[in-house]
């Protein structure tokens, strides 16, 4: 942009398909020139997913009416459905639906990596959630790196998150190693009621267990040891702590993510929440407490 920006023709409309929009809105008013409009724009979903029906946001940061209206007459051929935001608006929504979810899963595989587990060959990470969350992991691990990098990197709403969540893990652990049932028990139900209120009060939960079985990873079936699910609880616990309501945002998740991580996030973060008792200073004894995620 620095280099081929201020050559750009007068009059032009010039726009971006990034993910995120700040770094991108920010090189276009350095470096084009004032009589350029820009006119963002992000498709949610990936080049091999049929544009028709899903959502494309559209970013007037600096155009007149009459431009943004050509500019919509010339996507209109993708059959998406449009979504109009500022760019502020469109990264803070982004980060509100994948930036602390996104953390979460990191985080599990690169605990499961450093202790050298295949996490569906351990009893405690078999049937029902278990397998869900491996599997949102996996299908993260296998995406390419700069998408998540630049997620929680580049987009200014999402530190805040990461922070957040992190102070979430290490708080909540911190009570369930102190065996502090009562006080636990109290935040996690706070949290999933700001979280999941009125929007959750008439839904069952998006998945069952019989369901969720059938993609075990696991060749046999093990008993089960009791897990804490803490990676889980503190992404309620974050939403919570920094006003976020995910059921509000879905609009910009995108047509992988929604079903396989945002919808399942919200499902299980949900599930986590409605039963407190899965905590594992519940069901773990204090010698064996550790952060099992």
């Known amino acids: 942009m620095a280099e081929y920006g201020p050559s750009t023709k007068v009059g032009a409309i010039v726009g971006g398909q990034t993910s995120c929009k700040a770094p991108e809105l920010a090189a276009f008013d350095k470096y084009l020139p004032s009589d350029v409009e820009i006119v963002s724009c992000h498709s949610l979903h990936g080049p091999a997913v049929d544009p028709t029906g899903q959502p494309l946001v559209v970013i007037q940061h600096r155009a007149s009416q009459k431009s943004v209206a050509l500019c919509v007459k010339i996507l209109s051929c993708l059959n998406s459905k449009l979504v109009f935001l500022s760019g502020d608006k469109h990264d803070r929504i982004t980060a509100d ?12 595989g690169t605990a499961w990596a450093a202790n050298k587990q295949f996490p569906w060959e351990i009893n405690r990470y078999i049937g029902g959630i278990e397998n869900v969350k ?31 969540y992190a102070e979430s893990v290490t708080e909540l652990f911190k009570l369930m190693l102190g065996g502090h049932r ?15 209120s009125q929007h959750a009060a008439d839904q069952t939960l998006l998945l069952a267990d019989d369901v969720l079985d059938r993609f075990s990873l696991a ?26 309501v995910p059921y509000d945002h879905m609009i910009c998740s995108t047509p992988v993510s929604r079903p396989q991580r945002q919808c399942v996030c919200v499902s299980v973060s949900k599930y986590g929440s409605a039963f407190p008792h899965l905590a594992g200073c519940h069901r773990i004894p204090l ?3 550790e952060a099992v995620g």
């Open 219 to 244: 060749e046999t079936t093990k008993e089960r040891k009791p897990n804490n699910h803490l990676s889980l609880l503190a992404i309620v616990d974050c939403w919570w702590k920094l006003g976020i």
């Open 182 to 196: 009562e006080e636990l028990t109290k935040r996690i139900k706070t949290a999933g009621a700001a979280v999941f």
């Open 134 to 164: 491996i599997n949102i992991t996996l299908r993260i691990y296998a995406n390419k790196w700069h998408v998540y990098a630049g997620l929680a990197i580049l987009n200014p709403a999402a530190r805040e998150q990461i922070r957040q």
């Open 97 to 108: 639906t994948q930036a602390v979810t996104h953390a979460a899963f990191l985080s599990m």
């Open 287 to 289: 010698s064996q407490r």
